[in-house]
Every structure is written in C-alpha cells, then in structure tokens.
C-alpha cells in the first residue's frame, strides 16, 4: 500500500493558522507574526511542525493571516501531507481562498501564492473556527511578539449576527475536535457538502 493510500484512509491531516499585526497608524505598516501548527489527522500534534515567528512588516492582520497559511503549507508538503484540512479564525481569509468573496488589491499576490500551493495536495478543504478555538495559534502569535510587545491586532471578523458563539474552555476543544471528525468524514465521501454544512452548524449553535 502506497504512502498516499495510507494517507487517506487515515483522513485529513490538521493545519490551525493564525496571524498577527502591531498596532500602528491607520493605513501604516506594522511588525507581523505567524503561528501555523500542524496535528495528526488524530489531532497529535506533529513534532517539529509549529512555528512561532515574526515575518517584518505587514499591511494588515489579514496579510500575517495568509503569511501563516503558506508557511503552515510549506512545513505539511515538506513531511509529504497530501490531504489537509485548515482551520482559520479569519473569516475574510477563508472566504476569499473558497472563492466566496473578492479578493483586494492589497492581497491579490498572497491570495495567488496560496491558490498555488494548495495545488500541491491531493484533498484539501478550508475552514473557519471561532478565534477562541484557536488558541494553541493564538498563543504562539503572541509568543512571536513576546511579552513586551504593545497592542497586538488579530483578525477582527465580526460573528455572525444570528449565532452565539461558546466561551473557551472544554466545550471549545470538544467542538474543534467535532468539527475535524466531520472534516474527515466529509473528505471521504461519508457527508455531502449539505449534510456537511448542517452538521457544522449544529456544531457551532451548541
């Protein structure tokens, strides 16, 4: 059985993405800082495989967002990651890599560098979480800037207006790890893209 087969019956490899941006004067750039962390399709973390880093300026925290998102693809193609499934707390980002939204001027070639290197996996799906489902990435982004560091922006996707989002704590990790088993199963075949969406929606309305 070939490396690949193994692979995807095992199901999805888990990438959580996270980037941050120092505060500055409105339309000025600022110091970024990236955390992908990249977990067994168990959700083990992958030795060797999180990062905690500055990357220089950046225009926005949507920017540091898809700088997390290329290196996090960068470290799974190089321990030969076929099929993956990422988790963003930045909605715009996920929007624009599923095509449900445009993408601006500012982010056009970093939306580009990303569309590329997704082709590089044999199955892949984007998804976005809750920032406090998040906080393994979230921490590490604060790591990068270390503890002196002023005012740190993150994303600042508003929630959907109907829907309540659940506090931190173990009801947050146990609906991240739901929402990965549904991933899986979504990526074998098990849910169609319907069954799929109602069930995540369950997942995130409890």
Aim: glycine share 8%.
């Amino acid at each position: 059985m070939s490396d690949e087969t193994t692979q995807e019956k095992k199901g999805l490899y888990l990438l959580h993405i996270d980037g941050g941006k120092k505060a500055s004067a409105v339309g000025e750039m600022g110091e970024g800082a990236i955390a992908p962390l990249l977990k067994e399709p168990n959700g083990t973390a992958v030795s060797g495989a999180s990062l905690s880093e500055r990357v220089g300026p950046v225009e926005s925290p949507t920017a540091a967002e898809y700088r997390a998102l290329l290196r996090g693809l960068e470290l799974a193609r190089e321990r030969g990651v076929k099929y993956l499934a990422v988790f963003s707390d930045s909605r715009i980002l996920v929007n624009q890599v599923n095509r449900l939204w445009n993408v601006g001027d500012s982010l056009a070639q970093l939306s580009d560098e990303a569309e590329e290197a997704l082709r590089d996996f044999k199955g892949t799906q984007v998804s976005w979480i809750p920032r406090n489902w998040n906080q393994e990435a979230d921490a590490l982004v604060n790591k990068a800037f270390g503890p002196k560091t002023g005012e740190v922006i993150h994303t600042q996707d508003a929630p959907e207006p109907d829907r309540a989002l659940p506090t931190p704590g173990k009801d947050g990790v146990s609906a991240v790890a739901d929402l990965e088993r549904l991933a899986h199963l979504r990526a074998n075949g098990s849910l169609t893209d319907a069954e799929f969406a109602k069930a995540k929606a369950q997942v995130l309305d409890r």
